[in-house]
């Protein structure tokens, strides 16, 4: 099987600190996942739970796109 990029543009209000993403896969994740700003710069995001089916990872960003 080939490689498949999905892209999502999210908007955070101005009041936004953080965006958590949560990612679930059956019968198991298979996939990588990363944010960046609007200018293609990495956005460390710490992931709080993985077990192989969940998860879920939070990254502080700023308002904007």
């Known amino acids: 099987a080939g490689a498949r990029a999905d892209w999502w543009a999210v908007d955070v209000p101005a009041e936004g600190q953080s965006l958590t993403v949560t990612l679930t896969g059956t019968p198991g994740l298979a996939v ?6 609007e ?9 709080s739970q993985d077990d192989g089916v969940t998860r879920i990872a939070t990254a502080k960003v700023a ?3």
């Open 32 to 37: 990588v996942a990363a944010v960046e700003d």
């Open 39 to 47: 200018a293609g710069k990495a956005v460390p995001a710490t992931v």
């Open 63 to 65: 308002a904007g796109r």
